[in-house]
């Protein structure tokens, strides 16, 4: 909403007539708009979703390309058609770096391999280093305006001026992390600390899905800081595959399966959850410290990194069995960069397998072991990551194994979770994990967890 109002101030600035409007629904707002300038054409670009863009189709409004994404959904289902068997997110990165010359080098991928993920998996640091802040800004009177305007019912902390809602703010916001947020944000990408809400990710998303940044741009200036000296291959190309690869794959899945089989995103659950979405998820209250953490820096910032929303957040529901549409629901209430486009192919796909693998070659399901490894927050936590059975045993570590006894049905033809089945199998104390479970379970349901 601020950013909208900057925009309107913008064009006023620039001599252009401003029709600023509130209304009930965007129906009511164009029709209302139509009254006062007949015969004006309403001329807007593509909506985000399948449903915004019947909505213009049915108000009559004249659409152009969309300019916020790199690869068009019409291109997107073209480069699918053309691959019969199971998409990878890789092929369509290549063929992003191939297509856009972004680290090509005489036509092979700079450094001689196109992916350096295996480099960019180191836990946190124990150092105590500080990591970058975002340049804050002031909030001014739109912006003061927009938050007093703000309904009661509203969650989170008061907006602070921490996202940008002008295009001044993002290109500032850019090059601030490429100075000093890129050069360090790539061996720790998927580390969490409790203390430290972004680490060094970029926090630009939000200015992506506004338009206040274009996607090549940021590419570009993050190959253009490796290609000078000042920043690490594994860095810049980590953050250009998030860009580049990951969010158009992103974007191009959701439209590619939007009214797909089974009817779609929306309707998918292949693994039959039908849990209901924790209370701590609205509360914040929970002795789950990984959790507490995660939920905090959401309420505070609007904002989890991506390790946070897969592998504490959305690892929780999907070893819980929550309701897919559940978890969709929250995420896209709460998070700043949660668009329907974003979280329908991350939250059903990715994180909970409610696609039956259509996105990801099998669940990110994980124990305690790895919130151990990448986090700092089991140093204080009241449960222990390596125990499944007993007052203490970290819910992680036992829904885990639940997890794999509650869906092996579902999971056993698929050939990357064949180990992890096989050692559920052999667990002589595997019925004591699952009467544990039944009793996390229960204390989940209640918020006593």
Request: charged residues 25%.
């Amino acid at each position: 909403m601020s950013a909208a109002a900057h925009f309107a101030e913008e064009l006023r600035a620039d001599g252009f007539t401003v029709d600023e409007r509130s209304a009930a629904t965007l129906a009511a707002g164009v029709e209302a708009h139509r009254d006062e300038h007949r015969p004006a054409e309403v001329l807007a670009t593509e909506a985000n979703s399948p449903s915004g863009r019947r909505l213009q189709a049915r108000l009559g409004v004249s659409v152009r390309r969309s300019t916020q994404f790199l690869c068009h959904p019409d291109e997107f289902a073209e480069w699918a058609a053309g691959r019969p068997g199971r998409l990878r997110m890789e092929d369509f990165y290549r063929h992003q770096r191939l297509r856009f010359d972004v680290l090509i080098d005489a036509g092979e991928p700079t450094g001689g391999t196109w992916n350096l993920d295996a480099e960019n998996r180191e836990p946190p640091p124990r150092d105590g280093r500080s990591w970058p802040e975002v340049p804050p800004i002031e909030l001014d009177d739109i912006d003061r305006r927009i938050v007093a305007s703000l309904p009661d019912t509203c969650v989170g902390a008061p907006p602070d001026g921490r996202w940008p809602v002008t295009r001044a703010q993002a290109l500032e916001r850019l090059d601030s992390f490429v100075t000093d947020g890129l050069p360090v944000f790539g061996p720790h990408e998927d580390a969490m600390l409790a203390a430290e809400w972004k680490l060094a990710h970029s926090a630009l998303s939000s200015s992506l899905n506004l338009g206040l940044l274009r996607p090549l741009e940021v590419v570009r200036a993050a190959e253009e800081a490796y290609r000078s000296g000042r920043v690490p291959l594994a860095s810049a190309e980590g953050f250009i595959r998030q860009v580049l690869g990951w969010r158009e794959y992103i974007w191009g899945l959701s439209w590619l399966w939007a009214d797909g089989p089974d009817g779609g995103w929306w309707s998918w659950n292949a693994l039959d959850a039908e849990r209901e979405l924790p209370p701590a998820f609205r509360t914040g209250s929970t002795h789950m410290a990984c959790v507490a953490s995660a939920l905090d820096h959401v309420e505070q910032h609007a904002y989890a990194h991506h390790i946070e929303r897969l592998m504490v957040l959305g690892t929780l529901c999907l070893l819980a069995g929550v309701r897919p549409e559940a978890l969709v629901r929250w995420m896209w209430e709460r998070f700043v960069d949660g668009a329907e486009w974003v979280m329908l192919p991350n939250v059903v796909g990715m994180s909970q397998y409610a696609d039956g693998g259509r996105t990801a070659t099998k669940p990110y399901a994980s124990g305690g072991a790895y919130i151990h490894r990448m986090s700092d927050s089991c140093r204080g936590c009241v449960y222990d990551p390596k125990q499944r059975t007993g007052g203490r045993a970290c819910p992680f570590t036992t829904l885990y194994w639940d997890f794999l006894a509650r869906n092996e049905e579902h999971l056993r033809g698929n050939h990357r979770i064949s180990t992890q089945l096989g050692g559920m199998r052999r667990l002589a104390d595997l019925d004591q994990t699952r009467e544990r479970a039944r009793e996390v379970l229960g204390l989940l349901d209640a918020g006593d967890l």
